[in-house]
């Protein structure tokens, strides 16, 4: 049996250190928003490389947080993509704004820059890019067009802990970048958290009133907040946990090299990584036609899979109300036919990888021989 993804394995790893952490904070007796959160929110913008850090309660409420401190809500439109988790859309229309989907480009399955301009609107006042998988966007191009036409540019860094373009860090070059610290990211914590980054004081400081009821200090409502803390339980367990972030990363890469040195040459598509931009491999992603015949062969040998996501977010149900229809965003749908996650976390060993790969290989080296004999049986 091998699992899509372990809860149990960075405690087992870090056992002590965690353990050492949460006792550290029920004999504070202090459990929310005190020393371990400013703490690990120091750590975590010094990780990322921006001045500011503000701990939220997930990736969804950094998305809307920022949103709202951007002065972005109702009457306003916010583009991304629709091959995302919905969090990114159901914290835009948590903003009160109404989301706008442009398609992606087919090798990374990422924002497809060249179609942004064409879709912006004189109401469109922010651009949210999603890093998927752990692969980054290239944000400074976003960034350039953003500026260009006087528009925010949030990141959605969800998945994007240890990714990097050009040696910075994702979610250090837009207006503001959102994580989430939900426990299967590359730095999960054991429960909901999340976490926004940015250079700028005065969002920083807006972002701050907005997660504790708009106050600042004494209690009095400067402006309309929401209750979105960090709690200090899980902000001491995330800087244990940032400790590893880097080896973690790394270890996701070295397995992912392993997957790539398997199924290289065939006609899987694979991860592809171009120069300067680092993948964080938050998911080994490959595409193929005979998604459901690999799965059957994935379950025969009981290996875990993932599908992210099965349903883009401009085709289901919630969202009908935006308009938009099957066909809307070509590569977007033709993609979710045909994603399969393979099982990538540090708790993995070679060995385990190096089988599910062998397992992924024989199954297609049969599928072409089928396909072959049949296009044969046909010319016969
Ligand atoms: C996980 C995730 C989120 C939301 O994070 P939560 O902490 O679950 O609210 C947002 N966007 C993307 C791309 C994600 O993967």
Redesign the pocket.
Same mark, same amino acid.
């Given at each position: 049996m091998i699992p899509a993804f372990d809860g149990r394995f960075d405690y087992l790893r870090m056992k002590d250190e965690i353990c050492d952490a949460m006792r550290r904070v029920c004999e504070s007796g202090q459990l929310i928003l005190g020393p371990e959160v400013e703490a690990f929110e120091q750590e975590w913008a010094n990780y990322v490389g921006t001045r500011h850090a503000v701990g939220v309660n997930? &990736? #969804?409420?950094?998305?809307s947080i920022a949103l709202r401190a951007l002065g972005i809500g109702a009457g306003d439109k916010v583009l991304t993509v629709a091959n995302?988790?919905v969090? #990114?859309i159901a914290?835009i229309v948590a903003a009160g704004a109404t989301p706008q989907f442009v398609d992606i480009e087919p090798n990374h399955l990422l924002m497809d820059l060249e179609q942004v301009e064409a879709c912006l609107t004189p109401r469109t006042r922010c651009i949210i890019s999603?890093?998927?998988y752990g692969y980054p966007v290239d944000i400074n191009q976003l960034r350039e067009l953003t500026r260009r036409r006087g528009i925010h540019l949030v990141a959605?860094c969800?998945?994007a802990h240890g990714t990097r373009l050009d040696d910075r860090h994702a979610g250090s070059v837009a207006d503001i970048g959102?994580f989430?610290?939900?426990p #299967?990211?590359n730095l999960g914590a054991m429960g909901?958290? &999340?976490a926004c980054v940015t250079n700028d004081p005065e969002l920083a400081r807006r972002m701050r009133r907005i997660r504790c009821y708009g106050f600042e200090g004494n209690r009095i409502a400067l402006m309309d907040g929401v209750c979105s803390r960090l709690d200090e339980m899980q902000a001491a367990i995330l800087r244990v946990k940032l400790r590893y972030l880097d080896k973690f990363v790394q270890r996701r890469r070295d397995l992912a090299a392993i997957y790539s040195h398997w199924l290289e040459g065939t006609a899987l598509s694979l991860p592809l990584e171009s120069h300067g931009r680092r993948h964080a491999y938050?998911q080994y992603v490959i595409q193929t036609d005979g998604r459901d015949d690999l799965i059957a062969e994935l379950e025969r040998h009981k290996i875990g899979y993932g599908i992210h996501y099965p349903v883009p977010v401009h085709l289901m149900p919630a969202y009908e109300c935006l308009g938009y229809h099957p066909g809307d965003l070509p590569v977007t749908e033709r993609a979710a036919q045909r994603i399969l996650s393979l099982p990538l976390h540090p708790g993995l060993t070679e060995e385990q990888v190096a089988y599910v790969a062998r397992v992924v290989l024989h199954w297609h080296m049969a599928a072409a021989t089928e396909w072959c004999s049949a296009d044969c049986e046909l010319i016969r």
């Open positions: 997930s &990736g #969804t409420d950094a998305i995302t988790a969090p #990114t914290a999603v890093d998927l959605d969800a998945q959102c989430s610290f939900y #299967t990211k909901d958290a &999340g938050h």
